[in-house]
């Protein structure tokens, strides 16, 4: 059986993450099952695309991912599985699977197709992507899900791209998370190991290998473990510090 | 072996509930869990009732539930565990049991009877109640828990019920979830599709069907994912928008 | 196989929690997994040895703990495998294991004995401690993590032990749990059922035996789940009522 790894804006305090684990174990007993995080802030698909490209590559390589970040239940945007690489999403078509890559194989959810009964209004998590999700941990095949539909007209990712050139590159802060760390959507690759970086501050902050080089109270540019550059302070915040938050710019030149 | 699902007011600051999950783990290995939650606010059996109440058909059909929401532990409230269809529920009598329906079977904990080491004042969720689950998961014969009493005498559940009739109900918010939904104890079948809800605005919310039939910033009329009516915005926040919280007044009419 | 419990200070938010479970149940297929918790604040090794050491002896006695409450992250701290009784902690060596207890035997992790991709700097949690986890959950001989070295010379644990005798005990405030129970570090067996504990009110603190036998409103001297005292209100919050915080002195004397 494939396991299932399962991201929401669902919170905690309430049953409905519960709910998700109860039918995966009721329509696949025994499946192994992975929290990737719940506390996506409610409707924020840009955040559950930034999750999800994170832990995509940790994933066990047969894992069924339940993605429920649904502003949109209810309205008319499409529920799908893609397939991509050997792992199946399953998510409302809102960005996520096109935040991972280009899906092999694509199929919308289908109730009827699936013998479900008719999905609520405001809970499809239950009621259509779980049974859906327990399906193809099961093996089911997934033409017994849906209609396949072509892989290249999903809606994109949300998070921008950066902007530039190996010289200069304008950055974008695209998480910041518990720890403080600020994290842009510049690969760590694109630049020299000499580059700097500069967000609002008199002086730029300098690349450091790790959090150990950096002063106390310095705020470094760091390789953060997504391959992604970031704005850090050893065992401190650089988002506190800094006053940063996501969607602030961080223009990071090469240096000499 | 049946999967346990759990429900605390334990939070997640603590070892409370990883502890219940070790003796789980320990007392019957391999066995399937699933967290309900463990948000709910330090002794609110109310909302545990309710939590419960949303979950509980989405188990597996064999569920143990563990449900520690336990303001008089060390009191004379009793441990039991009640069977309620095919599912166990293990839980201090305060209402819990009596949330979800008529028990067919209960028995009363004995830390005695069941051999275990005399339990902590504070932390029977340890000592006695994950014991307990952990033997009805592995298929014990219940009486070997304790001794069996009268289905009848449980605690009742303390959420209210509706006030009012087909035409005209007093429904009170019984829930607030994580995306400001106001959910009350009115099931949506006991009113006509036309229904509309005061609630301390000028002018009444009206019925939808679902949350994108709602105009921007509208205060609508919901069928929830549980049956009960709720008010609700799309995409924003009917708690924040009307300053409701639980406990408070709506009116609801069939309408015409 | 042996199960895994994971203790954090990585919180919810983010996808860092999901990626240790992804990457155990990648490298141990269908491992046993508890969450003992992951709200430890952010490099706080003082609570994450509380909590482990609550926890520890509810474990599987097989259990292997991986720790990750690691400030040192890519500086000169070592990463450890130690067995203490028959379980494993995996963790940086920073006073985790030293909180437990003696270990019988201890490894270094050393990633290319392992043969792993070389380390992020900021993410061991990942790279190196669930890997090492995954192994000792598998059965994998210690001998392939890394080097053996010796028990003692471990990083010690930076909870402070109670100062005084058997008359009179100056105590200290050592957690703070989510129900506002202050627990001190000075073991319940250590003073008569008559001792009491001034903690700055006019009045000292009475014994009790549970929370059922103190007064409404009353701050009293009870024996918490894991064996220490610890100041607390019936159904109420006793730091709440005493504005005492961790670290704040507890004098406990036992009386006559």
Redesign the interface.
Known sequence: MR?V?L?TD??????????L???L??EA??V?R??????VP??DVWTACF??R??WS????D?VVLAVVD??????RRPLAARIGGRWLVAPDNGLAAAIGVAAEVVTLDWQRMGLATP????HG??LFAPAAARLARGDDPATLGDRVAPDGLEPCPIPEPDGNGGTWHAVVI?V???GNLITNLRAAAVLQTAVAWYGAPRPARRA?????AAPGEVVL????AGLLEL?VN?GSAAALTGLSRGDDVDIASGT
Chains 1, 2, 3 share one sequence.
């Open positions: 396991p790894a991201l669902f919170g905690l305090a309430d049953h409905y993450v519960g709910v684990h109860a039918v174990e009721r007993p025994g192994g992975i929290d990737l995080g719940h506390q409610p409707g999750l999800l994170c832990a940790s994933l066990p390589a894992a502003p949109g239940v209810g309205g008319d609520s209004a405001t809970f239950r009621d998480h998370d518990r720890f290998g790790s959090y150990s080089e760091l390789e953060g473990s850090a065992r």
